[in-house]
DNA sequence: ATGAAAGCGCTAACAT
DNA sequence: ATGTTAGCGCTTTCAT
């Protein structure tokens, strides 16, 4: 029950514990026979090398921190998910934090992941301006990749959906099935998904239609205000209804329906992100499908560039292209009732 | 930009790293004077504890590893997120491992901490049977915390919700309100959550229809599942389904009203969990709330308990009482249409 | 109450 | 290719 240490392991092979290092950690060439001993015993004894005695050692704990506003935001266990794999398949583990959405929080946690040595921090940032300051100082200590929401400019790496691609999808899809008078239920604030889904529908919904970019109701990413901003901009009548998110879609869908209109039929409803709940919808939510895959493979990727060589490297902002789903909701006006997808 | 050690700490403050370590860590008595000057140089230099090095000399990392089948499952955020800010609140970090629902993956993970010299095990087995070799190899190492699932007696500590009470709570209410021919969408396999709910509805279904335990569909935790499980159930003319979860409640609720069926009018839906989807489905879901707040705190508590003192304490299973919240998708029958609540 | 010194288990120079 | 020797930064005896 003793914990087995590479002493002993060199003591049953036979040789110094330098040797039985490289053996297991593959550091060095060594002979083909001694490695053989070296693992035979290393097996026999079932040696299990102690990670934080190497991390001291090595400066280096393979630990990353995963920092994120909230994981009950049905959006993030997704990606949570692709990045827990795509770090385990290179043998680092995860280190998780949940900020609260504050950024006090936030700044705390982070402070703590960077006490516990994390080699590396994949942070998605509570607020593009109340989390800046936390966010560049622990990115002078570790590398660190800012995930689906930036954090100010040059801040560090970042990595991210085109949310202007994705709104274009969007407002294409709706101008081809005939829609004319669409509005905007979106989220206020400087959070990167918020101002940049705003500001690519305020560009696209302006070539179909003047109107369009003034019918505009702000709050946050949620499902009650998506209820509540139905009761601002129904009264004007749309043909559509553009959301920033599948939250937002969600209720907006519901209020609809108690309000008695006829979706698709009479309004079509969009969304942004693909959670599990747009498919669920009655009728299914047509949605912008986020890359998460893609995104954290990207992330991850980022996180192992060689920082030492070279000059600073200028921050990499990726951009990944997202997915148009289209489903029930936003059936042509002429196919009354739509059915599920 | 150098790293600040104890040893900077002392020159500066003209003691020894002990004392500063004594100070720092408030482990001993020491000088009130000091204690003041060596804090007030840590301070200045902005001195921060290697945690790696206090690890490796203190045997304890103050890490917990949480372990669970998949983060994508709707339930599990909101336990993360409760047991992430009951251990950040004792100064412990989350190390977080996803096992993609496969038991292979969970053992592999359970190393991967173990290596990682966790401090503890918090752990959402996959499967009952299949993971008990593995949490029972680990539960002899450090302590293990079983959540929401068991994996066969006495293997480790525990803490889950009542399923049975709550399935009670269920059928008392269905009774109440007049429903007499229930039936039961569960998930088949011996999870615990799965078998205890599954047992609960045949002994406590009996009572309301002596044909009501035969009225089972058994599949797994899915939507799918929910609709699916509807085409089977249906032509028996239930006047209550009864779902092992919400999701499968989603589902069922779906099916219902592709076929037609007046949900609460002629037929009741009842969940599990509480999820957020159980709010915002249409009609809202009837379903029973799981104390995730009083689950999470229990478990951190019974991992805090000194496993040194005395011979090897019982096994404690703790099990917590949960609540039944009604809503539209249980209305009485004679409320036809329902509101929202 | 404080200091000196010995490691925790490992890797990385430096020898050989 | 292998062994020897220093530590990594900290906590903890053991002295004083």
């Given at each position: 029950m003793a914990e087995v240490t590479l002493k002993d392991v060199a003591l049953a092979s036979g040789c110094s514990i330098a040797t039985v290092s490289r053996v297991l950690a593959g550091t060095r060439p060594v002979g083909a026979e001694t490695a053989r001993t070296v693992r035979a015993a290393a097996e026999a004894l079932g040696y299990r090398p102690n990670h934080v005695a190497r991390a001291l050692r090595s400066r280096s704990t393979g630990t990353v921190g995963l920092v994120l506003p909230q994981i009950t935001n049905p959006f993030f266990p997704f990606l949570v998910r692709e990045l827990e794999h795509a770090l385990h398949a290179e043998d680092r583990a995860v280190l998780l934090a949940d900020c609260d959405d504050d950024p006090v929080t936030?700044?705390?946690?982070?402070?703590?992941l960077l006490a516990r040595r994390v080699d590396a921090l994949l942070l998605i940032p509570v607020d593009e301006r109340r989390s800046r300051e936390a966010v560049a100082a622990a990115a002078a200590q570790v590398p660190l990749v800012l995930l689906d929401r930036g954090c100010?400019?040059?801040v560090a790496d970042s990595v991210a959906v085109d949310n202007a691609a994705g709104m274009a999808l969007v407002l294409a899809h709706l101008a081809a099935t005939g829609r004319r008078r669409p509005c905007f239920i979106g989220a206020a604030g400087t959070a990167s998904a918020a101002a940049e889904r705003r500001a690519?529908?305020?560009a696209g919904a302006a070539a179909l239609d003047p109107g369009a970019p003034g019918r505009v109701a702000l709050g946050d990413f949620s499902v009650e205000w998506g209820r509540a901003a139905v009761d601002r901009l129904w009264p004007s009548r749309p043909d559509a209804v553009v959301c920033a998110n599948d939250l937002i879609a969600a209720g907006a869908l519901q209020r609809l329906r108690q309000l008695g209109a006829d979706v698709p039929g009479e309004v079509a409803v969009t969304g942004f992100d693909d959670i599990p709940l747009a498919?669920?919808?009655?009728?299914?939510?047509?949605?912008?499908?986020?890359?998460?895959?893609?995104?954290?493979?990207?992330?991850?990727?980022?996180?192992?560039?060689?920082?030492?060589?070279?000059?600073?490297?200028?921050r990499r902002a990726v951009r990944l292209a997202p997915e148009l789903v289209v489903r029930a909701s936003s059936a042509g006006p002429g196919t009354r009732g739509g059915g599920s997808s």
């Open positions: 936030e700044a705390a946690r982070i402070n703590a100010g400019p040059g690519a529908y305020e498919g669920l919808a009655d009728p299914a939510l047509t949605t912008v499908r986020q890359p998460l895959a893609e995104l954290a493979a990207e992330a991850a990727r980022l996180l192992s560039r060689n920082p030492a060589a070279g000059p600073p490297a200028a």
